[in-house]
Each structure stands twice: as C-alpha cells, then as structure tokens.
C-alpha cells in the first residue's frame, strides 16, 4: 500500500540524497536517540491520521500500523549508524519533515481506499 508505492520509493531516493546530515554525531549528550525520534513521529502522525479519520475500518487500521512498522524498519537500516545516537536540531528538523511526508502518503492511501 504505502511502502510498495511509487511515491514511498522517491522518498526513500530523497532520504538518501541526504543520508550527509546524519554522518555527524550530537555533541549535546541527550538521552534521547535517533531510534527515539522517529518512533516517537511515526506514531504520533499515525495517531493523527487514525484521529483525522475515526471511521477507518479496523482491518484497514491494522494494516497501516503494519505499513508504519515497515517505514520504521525501512529507517532503522538506512540510519544503522547513526540510530543509536543522539541527533543533532538538523537531523530532527530533517525527520520531522521527512516524517511528514510519509504522513502524506498515509493520508493519500487511505483517501484512495475511501473511493
């Protein structure tokens, strides 16, 4: 649905381009980890999606955790270095927009199942 569309594919392509900004490591010694942030996104997006439409069908809400899950594995390999670090203000501006952007495509699958 998601993962095997057109759109997640270029997507993955423009992670990639920019796969540069997360070679450096924060300095700021947080607790938190690259891992943290994008698991915490996900699942916020996917709560508002599931919020922003109530009526979704509980097999179809299923499946897009699964998709989730499988965006969320996606980045765990990608990021395999930097997953277990701190990420700088850069990294997390550029997740939080990347993650906005799966988002779109979450919303976009379930407009199309709808029609």
Request: contains cysteine; aromatic residues 10%; hydrophobic residues 45%.
């Amino acid at each position: 649905m998601v993962v095997e569309s057109e759109g997640y594919h270029a997507l993955i392509e423009y992670f990639t381009e920019h796969l540069s900004l997360f070679e450096n490591a924060s300095t700021d010694g947080g607790s938190e980890t690259v891992e943290d942030v994008v698991t915490d996104m996900i699942a916020t997006n996917l709560m508002a999606v599931f919020t922003q439409n109530p009526d979704l069908d509980a097999d179809f809400r299923f499946k897009l955790m699964q998709e989730a899950d499988a965006v969320v594995e996606d980045l765990s390999e990608v990021l395999a270095g930097a997953w277990h670090r701190c990420p700088t203000n850069e990294q997390i501006a550029f997740l939080e927009d990347y993650i906005g952007l799966v988002k779109n495509l979450f919303d976009s699958a379930i407009s199309g199942q709808s029609v």
